[in-house]
Structure formats: structure tokens, C-alpha cells
């Protein structure tokens, strides 16, 4: 049974080559259709509820709308968290859900529960649409952005262009999910009105609002039926254009209609500007283009460049650059993965030819390991999954089980070859003699990985599109040596080391030293293997030390989420103190944009500045939506070739020379962009310090931030909100305002619109365009100002204008910036960023909330939380963790059911705790962290280790059960399984030693994994082909002490 498909394959070479020349033809096609991106896309779960609240305070925002949006939302299930943050005007309510779920459904849920709010929030006196519930995906950037710039054409022209023609060319472009714009001057409509017409006629400023809304219709009249024909009859009095609406009904006096014109001058213009854009120091509207999730990156890419050469062709002046491109980075890479996939390919079959001294041998191997590679990528359309770093590297991990598989069928085939067996029969028994070791290994393998995705949860859903090519070239590899190497070897390969006339090649010649090298440490292997089978008990507690060893190094490791790598590309963002204008933010911007362009490895800079409100901003914010007094820019960096200091040496430049040259500035935050998913969230050390008094919270808050200040390994440091926003309290006399009809609705009201002005509740609907809206204010000398109400004037309900002074006093006053809450507390953050060379994010956490704890009296109800980084993290490593457990328990099964021993698994599985001395040892020296990807290194040397401790055991075995004595059989299986274990070992090592060590731009994040193969498998190697022997002695001597035991007890039964 076990040589069925071997023997199938040599009886039908010609069907089976057919076969593989067709897996090659679909692997080619299948690298051409694969959508390619940056990183695997990983659904995100959050859903936002967005509402507006116009003219409202942060406190008012949270009092009136985000508490009771919170309230509500308590009937939800799946919820972890629920966060809110409540700013001027506006509510962000945030529900993350679990990793992995429905996020459809979860929007269905969150609408639903809305829709029955409603009622609860006061969401009147607003001109666009009350709230939105929409999936907020942070992880879902641009891939493009273009700075768009038009000679001969002003602002309002260009902007008009970019939000109406642009959007819809661009939208229609496939794969493209949305477009949105940024920065320029925004089309608006408004309504000047003149105070004293309007109190010639007794009106208010609300009564023109009242009127335009009123007015500004479409509505239907019915149907009418004219013989066979059936009419729709529509009453459409919309605002078209300016004349429309100067040409509304206002109020009728005495048989005469008073018109909008007749008390006010309306102006099609643009908003008061409060966002902008600049490429490289150049203004510019910003274009960001995003693609749909299940996309290809470069494919998207060059279709809208395409679509952009047609635009600039058929409108004279319009010109694109690119400011970001996120293919860059794809194609840099995929280009890095791939020259080092092949790199590894082309080592490993070096080492193959060094150690077989055979070509044709060597041959058959190296044309295995594509075969194997190219036949795992088939399942890979099949289940939507994309060609990224992921899946690459989890490739390039493969190689080395690829080249085991091939290495033990070669070598067994060139037993029975050097027996005097035909090749035929030599490559049937020789390959059916390690089918159950090659798939008891591959097995193990696969029982190691699948649980950590299985598990489902972020860490599940990150290293999906690693584990599954791994899992797939496990599966191809197995196939591939008993079928393909096989019939390869029946056809070509001759008894190694032997040629016609028994003479020496010139190969043999020239690896000679290495020939007699090996032969050299065979010896020194035997004779350490002997000198260990002698003293057991001293090799055993040598073991025992390293074990214990490998737990006194792990409390000195760093742990943190995810390693940080160098991309070569960062966002940077400035706040400055609340209350500053749009102008003076810009002004602050450009010289933050100035220091950065003077660093000789910036190669490119985009930068918004201020803040827009569009649906489309929700795809890149997670729990806030910025302000007008801040910027974020998009920096990229010259190839990590061309420049001299690192990404993070870059940024800390940035900060030092802006904190240093700029005044004015509240918070600088830079992180570098990389390949996971984690690369674009927020500050990994983040400190929520919770209570319920806002003055007491943000005085604690800041206590926390000394602590984080006073850590040099914490930079940028900040807190998320404070106590500095300018506000003017309306004080309003009650008793005189209700003497004059007044409510204080009416009052306040009139108040905003006397002040600042007003949009209606309808748009401005040009023909074919998007909506724009209304604006309704006083003009410029009727304006009131805070500091002198007598010049503020509100009319009264029988048409009497007062000054607004007669019954209200402004109070200045300062309050939150922002109010944020978690599952139902206030909280302020305390958010720092580290540098790679610096102590990890979970033990800079863990310091500043310790410290904390013990220097800073917290009153009741009030304390403090590690989030950011640290929340996922205690939650990921616990899943992965208990995914290792349960590879563990899946490989110690498959090796029962390989072995049919309960005892005998045991004795291979020791060298998974063997290899830890390794692996904590080569992260210390390597100045690495212990991360979900170094973890999932250690998932993935657990099975190589077993693998190497089941060849070697196995052969044991199979000599005990020939009659051979159990030392005799050890001395003899160690030296016939070096050769096979130190080749697949040598060549894993080759493999991963490059990323290890010198990773390509973008690659470094996963050099963990790398140094942990490294570390584990030289110390696993050792101690596995030494220690597994004498724990076997001691665990068969335990075995025949129980036969003993047995028989003399049913001896004295008898």
C-alpha cells in the first residue's frame, strides 16, 4: 500500500510527467491571475456610528450622544470593546467586535440598534444626514495617492473637477472601492443676509433659514392618467442654482411677497477653508484612490494610471503626480522574497552537491523543490488567498522540509542501489522504506501549524497567508518524493559515487575536503554518541541544564506584538494647541514639511493639513477624526541602499529639530508603515487612565505622562485629549428673555447664526453634481463678535430686533478637547511610541503602569489600564499558546499512531524543550523580541526538531525489530542518519540566514522566525542526535523492567 503511488508513477512515467508539466502550466497562471498586495488583507472589526451634532461641545456631544448611542449598543453580542469620542460637532462611536467575524452582519446589528435610537438623540438643526454606521478599516489605505494641480484653472474650478468628473472616472476603474479628495476650496452657496432689511420687515435670520428649507423641494404630486398613458406629475423647486434661490418666498406682508433677494445677497462660492494639501512642499488637491480588499495592488495601480493619461489628455491643464504609491513597496517586496527564494533554492542545491557528490542526484532534488513549490501554490485562487510577504516568506520557510523529503528518498534509493539492486527496484523499496518517516514528518509539521490559524483571532488571521503555503509545499513536497523523485531516480540515477570504471570524478576531487570533512565528524559523532551512551546519567542532567538554562533566559527577552521593520516609509502627524486657526496650523505645517524634506534620505512627502469631513475619511481614522489644528504626512524615505541611518534614526532627527525650531506644537507622532497588519495602528504603549471627573482624570493622566517622559526609551509621548480648548459659556437671564417671548432654544439659536451663521437642512443641488451645502449668516459689519454682545442682535417673536446683550452675558471658560470613553468609563491615553533598538512596547508598558501604580494615589473609582500594544498582545500570545499546546497534543497522536507506542513519542517530542536554549539564546544575541512571529518560529522548529528525533528513532526501531541489541542498533542508526539530518539541517539554516541577518527593505519584521530557526536548530540539532539516543535507552530499559515486573507477577499468579 505504501508503494502504490510510487510504483503507479515508474509504471506510467509518461502520465505522470504529463501531470507535473500541467501543475507547472497552472502555477504559471495562477502567478498571473493572484491578486499581489503588501500584506495580507485582514478584515478589520471595527463599525463606526458617526453623528453630527453642529454647534455642540465635546461634553454636550458625549452627554447627548455618544452616552446614549453607548446605552443601546449593550445588546449586542461579540463586543469586546465599545469606544467613544465625543468632539466639537461631531460623535465617533467605535465597536470592535472579534477578529475574524461577519463584519456585514455586525454593521446589520449596529443599524439596527440605531434605528431604534433615534429617538433618544437630538439630531435636528442639521443640513446633511444625522449619523452613519459603516465599517472602519485603518488597515485599508490608500494605494495611491496623486497630487492634482491645474494650470489655468483657479481653486474652486479644480476642486468642483476633482469631487465631481474625477471621482466618478476614477470610481469606475476596476477594483477601485472609493476615491476621495482632499484639500482646495469646496463649492458652497451662501446667503448674506442684511440685518437691517430683515428688521425692516420684522423677520430673524431663522425665518430666511426656515424659508429656503421650505422651499428647497422635490417632491411627487401624483400620477395622472391620460387615456393609455400614465403622467408622474413632481413638484421640483430645488436650489439649482443661485437665481433659484434668490427668488424664494420669504414672508408676505399686506398682499406683498417679501423674496430672499429682498433681504439678503446670495453668492455662489466656496467654504471658508479649513483643510489643505501640499506634495513636497507644493499645494495640490490630494487624490486617494483605495482599492477593494480582495485587489492586486500593482494591477489597480496601473489601471488608474492608465484611466489618469486619458484625463490629462481630454482636459488641457490637468496634471497628476504621484505622491504615494503603495506598489513601490509590493513590488520591492515580492522582487526581495523572490531573489531570496531563489537565492535559497540555488544554496540549497550547493550543499546537496557538496554532501552527494552526484549531479544527477543533486539534479533530481533541485527539480523537486520548484515542482513542490509550484504545485503548493495551486489551492491558492481556490481560497482567495493573495501573493504578499506572507505567503512568500512562509514559501522560502518551506524549502527546507522540501529538500528533507527529497534528501531522505535520494539517500534511501541509493541504499538499495549500492545493494545490487535495479534502479526500478532500488526507487520502489527504497522510497517505500521512508514513506511512513517522510510522512509521519510531514504530518507533524502540518499538526504544528494549522492549530495557530485554526485558533482564529487576529494572530489566526495574520499569519494565514504564511502557515497555508507552508502547509501546502508540506503536503506537495510528500507527493512530490514518492511519485516524481522516484521515477527520476528509476530513470537517471546510478549507485553514488560510482561510475563505470569505479574511478573518482573530478566533483568527487573537488569536494573532497568536504567528503573527508564529514567523514571526520561521523567518527567524532560516533565517538561522542558512545561516550554518551556510557554516561547517561551525565549526558541526561547535561540535557536537564539546558532545559533549565533556557527558562533562566526567558525573563530577559523583549516581548512586544510585532517586530518593527524599516520600510522606508512613515507617517508623521502634528497637533498643535486647540483653539489655533487653519492658518496658523498651515503655517506650522510647512515648516515641519521644511525640516523634513532637509533630510538627505527623504525622498518624497505628502502632506494634509486641517481636517474635512467626507465618508471616505472614516477609512482611515480608528477612534478619532482630527481637527483643523492638525497635519499627517506621508513620508518616503530613498532605498535603504542610498541612505545612511535607518528609518528610525530619521524620524527622531525629525522630532529633535521641530520640537527644538517650531513653537507651538502639542504633540509630534511618528511610526513607520511596514508589512503587517499592526503597522498602521496606533502608539504600541498606550496607558488609558480611567474616572469620571474630567479634572481630576486629565491631572492624573499627566502625572502618567511625567512617568512616560521621564523613560528615556519612551519618545513621542503624549496624551490623547486636554483641558485647553477656548470656549465662551452663553449665559442666558431666563426671567428677562421669557418677559420678551424668548425660550432659550430661540436665544441660543439666533445666537449661533448672529454669530457665526448656519447651514439649511436641504443642499444645493446643481444639475449632475454632488451636493453642497447652504450656508446662512449675517454679512460681514452685521456680525456680532464675543466680546461685545450689543453689537449681537436677535429679533424677537413679534418681530423686534434686541440686542442680544438685553438677555445673555458670554463667559470664557476652557474644557476638553476630546472626551473619550471605554466600555462605558472615561478615560484620557497616555500614548508613547519605541525605537527597534530600544527595550519592547509590552515591557516599556508594563514599566509605566507599575510605576505608576506605586507612585501616583489614584482616588476611588479612578486607575489606570495597559492598552495599545499590550491588550492584543496578552490576548494573542494566550491564543497562540494554546495553539501550541494543541500542535503539541496533534504531534504526540500522529507519532502513537506512526509508532503504535504511547511511551516511544514521547522520547522525540524532548527535543521541542531542547531547542528552547537555542531559540532564547539566539533572540538575546540577536537583540530580538519574543513576538507573535517569533512564536510562530518556535511552532515551526518544533516540527523540524521532531522531525529530525523521528528519522532517527525510527531506524532504531526498525534494528530492534530486525534482532539487532539495542546499543549496537544506536551506534549504528546515529551515523546512518547524520548525513540526511545534518543536510536537511545545513540547508534550512542556509535558507533562513540571509533574512536573518541582512533582510531586504520590508523583510525585517519576520527576521525572528529566521533567528529563532537558527538558534533552535543548532542547539536541537546537537542535543537531538546525542540526547534522543540515551533517553531512548532509559525509557526502553523503564519498558523491559515493566515486561519483567509483569511476567514474574503472573509467575507467582500461576
Known amino acids: 500500500m505504501k508503494t502504490f503511488l510510487t510504483r503507479w508513477s515508474i509504471r506510467n512515467p509518461v502520465i505522470t510527467l504529463a501531470l507535473y508539466i500541467g501543475v507547472i502550466i497552472l502555477s504559471i497562471l495562477t502567478l498571473i491571475i493572484i491578486p499581489v498586495r503588501m500584506m495580507p488583507y485582514v478584515q478589520s472589526p471595527l463599525v463606526a456610528i458617526i453623528t453630527m451634532a453642529e454647534g455642540q461641545t465635546p461634553t454636550e456631544v458625549e452627554t447627548y450622544i455618544s452616552k446614549p448611542i453607548e446605552q443601546r449598543l449593550t445588546v449586542l453580542d461579540g463586543v469586546r470593546f465599545v469606544r467613544s469620542s465625543s468632539q466639537q460637532d461631531m460623535s465617533l462611536v467605535t465597536i470592535q467586535f472579534a477578529w475574524g467575524g461577519d463584519i456585514d452582519t455586525a454593521v446589520q446589528e449596529v443599524q439596527s440598534v440605531m434605528k431604534a435610537a433615534e429617538g433618544d438623540l437630538p439630531l435636528d438643526g442639521i443640513n446633511t444626514r444625522s449619523y452613519w454606521v459603516l465599517p472602519i478599516d485603518p488597515l485599508n489605505r490608500p494605494v495611491l495617492t496623486l497630487a492634482l494641480k491645474?494650470?489655468?484653472?483657479?481653486?474652486?474650478?479644480?476642486?468642483?473637477?476633482?469631487?465631481?468628473?474625477l471621482v466618478d472616472r476614477l470610481t469606475q476603474v476596476m477594483d477601485v472601492q472609493a476615491v476621495s479628495i482632499f484639500g482646495g476650496y469646496r463649492r458652497q452657496l451662501q446667503v448674506i443676509v442684511d440685518r437691517q432689511k430683515l428688521a425692516a420687515y420684522g423677520l430673524s435670520i431663522l425665518d430666511v433659514r426656515d424659508a429656503i428649507d421650505k422651499n428647497n423641494v422635490s417632491e411627487g404630486a401624483g400620477v395622472l392618467t391620460r387615456g393609455d398613458t400614465e403622467i408622474l406629475v413632481r413638484a421640483d423647486d430645488r436650489a439649482l442654482n443661485a437665481q433659484m434661490v434668490r427668488d424664494?418666498?420669504?414672508?408676505?406682508?399686506?398682499?406683498?411677497?417679501?423674496?430672499?433677494?429682498?433681504?439678503?445677497?446670495?453668492?455662489?462660492?466656496?467654504?471658508?477653508?479649513?483643510?489643505?494639501?501640499?506634495?513636497?512642499?507644493?499645494?495640490?488637491?490630494?487624490?486617494?484612490?483605495?482599492?477593494?480588499?480582495?485587489?492586486?495592488?500593482?494591477k489597480v495601480i496601473e489601471r488608474v494610471r492608465k484611466e489618469l493619461e486619458k484625463i490629462e489628455a481630454q482636459y488641457p491643464g490637468i496634471e497628476f503626480q504621484e505622491a504615494y504609491d503603495n506598489s513601490f513597496l509590493v513590488e520591492l517586496i515580492k522582487d526581495s522574497t523572490t531573489g531570496e527564494l531563489l537565492i535559497?533554492?540555488?544554496?540549497?542545491?550547493?550543499?546537496?552537491?557538496?554532501?552527494?557528490?552526484?549531479?544527477?542526484?543533486?539534479?533530481?532534488?533541485?527539480?523537486?523543490?520548484?515542482?513542490?513549490?509550484?504545485?503548493?501554490?495551486?489551492?491558492?485562487?481556490?481560497?482567495?488567498?493573495?501573493?504578499?510577504?506572507?505567503?512568500?516568506?512562509?514559501m522560502m520557510m518551506a524549502i527546507g522540509k522540501l529538500v528533507d523529503d527529497s534528501i531522505i528518498v535520494i539517500d534511501s534509493i541509493d541504499r538499495h542501489l549500492k545493494l545490487g539492486k535495479s534502479p526500478r527496484k532500488a526507487?520502489?523499496?527504497?522510497?517505500?522504506?521512508?514513506?511512513?518517516?517522510?510522512?509521519?514528518?510531514?504530518?507533524?509539521?502540518?499538526?504544528?501549524?494549522?492549530?495557530?490559524?485554526?485558533?482564529?483571532?487576529?494572530?489566526?488571521?495574520?499569519?494565514?497567508?504564511?502557515?497555508?503555503p507552508m502547509v501546502f509545499a508540506f503536503i506537495s513536497s510528500l507527493l512530490v518524493s514518492i511519485t516524481l523523485i522516484p521515477l527520476l531516480a528509476a530513470f537517471f540515477l546510478k549507485p553514488l559515487g560510482?561510475?563505470?570504471?569505479?574511478?573518482?570524478?573530478?566533483?568527487?576531487?573537488?569536494?573532497?575536503?568536504?567528503?573527508?570533512?564529514?567523514?571526520?565528524?561521523?567518527?567524532?559523532?560516533?565517538?561522542?554518541?558512545?561516550?554518551?551512551?556510557?554516561?547517561?546519567?551525565?549526558?541526561?542532567?547535561?540535557?536537564?541544564?539546558?532545559?533549565?538554562?533556557?527558562?533562566?533566559?526567558?525573563?530577559?527577552?523583549?516581548?512586544?506584538?510585532?517586530?518593527?521593520?524599516?520600510?522606508?516609509?512613515?507617517?508623521?502627524?502634528?497637533?498643535?494647541?486647540?483653539?489655533?486657526?487653519?492658518?496658523?496650523?498651515?503655517?506650522?505645517?510647512?515648516?515641519?514639511?521644511?525640516?523634513?524634506?532637509?533630510?538627505?534620505?527623504?525622498?518624497?512627502?505628502?502632506?494634509?493639513?486641517?481636517?474635512?469631513?467626507?465618508?471616505?475619511?472614516?477609512?482611515?481614522?480608528?477612534?478619532?477624526?482630527?481637527?483643523?489644528?492638525?497635519?499627517?504626512?506621508?513620508?518616503?524615505?530613498?532605498?535603504?541602499?542610498?541612505?545612511?541611518?535607518?528609518?528610525?534614526?530619521?524620524?527622531?532627527?525629525?522630532?529633535?529639530?521641530?520640537?527644538?525650531?517650531?513653537?507651538?506644537?502639542?504633540?509630534?507622532?511618528?511610526?513607520?508603515?511596514?508589512?503587517?497588519?499592526?503597522a498602521t495602528s496606533a502608539a504600541p504603549i498606550q496607558i488609558a487612565v480611567y474616572g469620571e471627573d474630567l479634572n481630576i482624570l486629565h491631572s492624573l493622566a499627566q502625572e502618567v505622562l511625567n512617568i512616560a517622559e521621564n523613560?528615556?526609551?519612551?519618545?513621542?509621548?503624549?496624551?490623547?485629549?486636554?483641558?485647553?480648548?477656548?470656549?465662551?459659556?452663553?449665559?442666558?437671564d431666563r426671567r428677562r428673555a421669557q418677559e420678551l417671548g424668548l425660550s432659550l432654544a430661540m436665544v441660543t439659536e439666533q445666537a449661533k447664526y448672529a454669530l457665526n451663521g448656519g447651514y439649511t437642512r436641504s443642499f444645493y443641488n446643481r444639475p449632475n453634481l454632488r451636493q453642497n451645502t447652504i450656508l446662512v449668516r449675517y454679512n460681514q459689519q452685521d456680525r456680532g463678535n464675543f466680546q461685545d454682545l450689543a453689537s449681537t442682535y436677535i429679533t424677537t417673536p413679534n418681530g423686534e430686533q434686541i440686542p442680544l446683550s438685553m438677555v445673555a452675558r458670554l463667559e470664557p471658560s476652557q474644557g476638553p478637547t476630546l472626551v473619550e470613553r471605554v466600555n462605558g468609563r472615561r478615560v484620557v491615553y497616555v500614548n508613547g511610541f519605541y525605537r527597534k533598538r530600544n527595550p519592547a512596547s509590552m515591557n516599556l508598558s508594563m514599566a509605566v503602569a507599575m510605576q505608576a501604580a506605586e507612585e501616583i494615589t489614584f482616588p476611588p473609582g479612578y486607575g489606570l489600564d495597559s492598552m495599545g500594544d499590550m491588550t492584543d498582545m496578552m490576548i494573542e500570545f494566550d491564543r497562540l499558546l494554546k495553539g501550541l499546546v494543541v500542535s503539541l497534543v496533534l504531534i504526540y497522536l500522529i507519532l502513537v499512531i506512526q509508532f503504535g507506542s504511547f511511551i516511544q513519542p514521547l522520547v522525540m517530542m524532548l527535543s521541542i524543550p531542547l531547542e528552547l536554549v537555542g531559540v532564547f539564546g539566539a533572540l538575546l544575541l540577536a537583540k530580538q523580541t519574543l513576538s507573535t512571529v517569533s512564536i510562530l518560529g518556535i511552532i515551526i522548529l518544533s516540527g523540524i526538531a521532531v522531525s529530525?528525533?523521528?528519522?532517527?528513532?525510527?531506524?532504531?526501531?526498525?534494528?530492534?525489530?530486525?534482532?539487532?541489541?539495542?546499543?549496537?542498533?544506536?551506534?549504528?542508526?546515529?551515523?546512518?542518519?547524520?548525513?540526511?539530518?545534518?543536510?536537511?539541517?545545513?540547508?534550512?539554516?542556509?535558507?533562513?540566514?540571509?533574512?536573518?541577518?541582512?533582510?531586504?527593505?520590508?523583510?525585517?519584521?519576520?527576521?525572528?522566525?529566521?533567528?529563532?530557526?537558527?538558534?533552535?536548530?543548532?542547539?536541537?540539532?546537537?542535543?537531538?542526535?546525542?540526547?534522543?539516543?540515551?533517553?531512548?535507552?532509559?525509557?526502553?530499559?523503564?519498558?523491559?523492567?515493566?515486561?519483567?515486573?509483569?511476567?514474574?507477577?503472573?509467575?507467582?499468579?500461576?
Open 150 to 165: 491645474g494650470e489655468g484653472w483657479d481653486s474652486v474650478q479644480l476642486r468642483e473637477f476633482a469631487d465631481n468628473t
Open 248 to 298: 424664494y418666498p420669504l414672508y408676505e406682508m399686506g398682499g406683498r411677497i417679501v423674496y430672499i433677494r429682498d433681504v439678503a445677497e446670495v453668492k455662489d462660492t466656496y467654504e471658508e477653508k479649513r483643510s489643505g494639501y501640499r506634495y513636497n512642499g507644493q499645494s495640490a488637491l490630494a487624490v486617494n484612490v483605495i482599492q477593494k480588499p480582495d485587489s492586486s495592488s500593482p
Open 344 to 394: 535559497s533554492v540555488l544554496l540549497a542545491g550547493i550543499v546537496i552537491l557538496v554532501f552527494l557528490e552526484d549531479f544527477r542526484a543533486t539534479a533530481i532534488v533541485m527539480i523537486s523543490i520548484p515542482m513542490s513549490l509550484a504545485l503548493s501554490m495551486l489551492p491558492f485562487i481556490p481560497i482567495s488567498m493573495s501573493l504578499n510577504s506572507s505567503t512568500l516568506v512562509g
Open 427 to 468: 526507487a520502489i523499496e527504497g522510497t517505500g522504506e521512508v514513506f511512513l518517516a517522510s510522512a509521519a514528518a510531514s504530518c507533524t509539521m502540518i499538526a504544528a501549524l494549522l492549530p495557530t490559524v485554526l485558533a482564529g483571532g487576529l494572530t489566526g488571521l495574520m499569519f494565514v497567508g504564511l502557515v497555508y
Open 498 to 678: 560510482k561510475t563505470k570504471n569505479q574511478k573518482r570524478t573530478w566533483l568527487q576531487w573537488l569536494v573532497s575536503p568536504f567528503h573527508y570533512g564529514f567523514i571526520a565528524l561521523e567518527k567524532s559523532y560516533g565517538w561522542l554518541l558512545n561516550l554518551s551512551l556510557k554516561n547517561r546519567e551525565i549526558t541526561l542532567a547535561i540535557a536537564g541544564a539546558f532545559i533549565v538554562l533556557a527558562f533562566a533566559l526567558y525573563p530577559f527577552i523583549p516581548q512586544e506584538m510585532m517586530p518593527l521593520g524599516d520600510s522606508g516609509q512613515f507617517m508623521a502627524t502634528i497637533e498643535l494647541e486647540p483653539g489655533v486657526s487653519f492658518q496658523k496650523t498651515d503655517q506650522t505645517a510647512k515648516q515641519f514639511e521644511t525640516i523634513i524634506l532637509e533630510q538627505p534620505e527623504i525622498e518624497k512627502v505628502s502632506s494634509e493639513i486641517g481636517f474635512e469631513f467626507t465618508r471616505n475619511s472614516t477609512y482611515f481614522s480608528a477612534y478619532s477624526m482630527g481637527g483643523v489644528n492638525a497635519a499627517s504626512m506621508i513620508v518616503t524615505l530613498k532605498p535603504l541602499g542610498e541612505r545612511q541611518r535607518d528609518i528610525w534614526q530619521v524620524m527622531d532627527a525629525i522630532e529633535t529639530e521641530a520640537n527644538a525650531t517650531i513653537p507651538g506644537i502639542r504633540r509630534i507622532a511618528m511610526k513607520e508603515m511596514g508589512v503587517d497588519v499592526m
Open 711 to 732: 523613560n528615556p526609551d519612551i519618545v513621542m509621548t503624549h496624551t490623547s485629549s486636554s483641558l485647553n480648548q477656548p470656549e465662551y459659556q452663553l449665559k442666558i
Open 948 to 1054: 529530525s528525533a523521528i528519522l532517527l528513532l525510527e531506524l532504531i526501531l526498525t534494528k530492534r525489530q530486525e534482532g539487532v541489541p539495542r546499543m549496537q542498533a544506536i551506534r549504528e542508526s546515529g551515523p546512518v542518519r547524520l548525513k540526511a539530518i545534518f543536510m536537511t539541517t545545513l540547508t534550512t539554516m542556509i535558507v533562513v540566514v540571509r533574512l536573518a541577518f541582512y533582510p531586504e527593505t520590508g523583510m525585517d519584521a519576520y527576521s525572528p522566525i529566521a533567528t529563532v530557526i537558527l538558534g533552535g536548530l543548532t542547539v536541537s540539532t546537537l542535543l537531538t542526535l546525542i540526547v534522543i539516543p540515551v533517553v531512548y535507552t532509559f525509557v526502553d530499559d523503564f519498558i523491559m523492567g515493566v515486561k519483567k515486573l509483569t511476567r514474574k507477577m503472573k509467575k507467582i499468579r500461576a
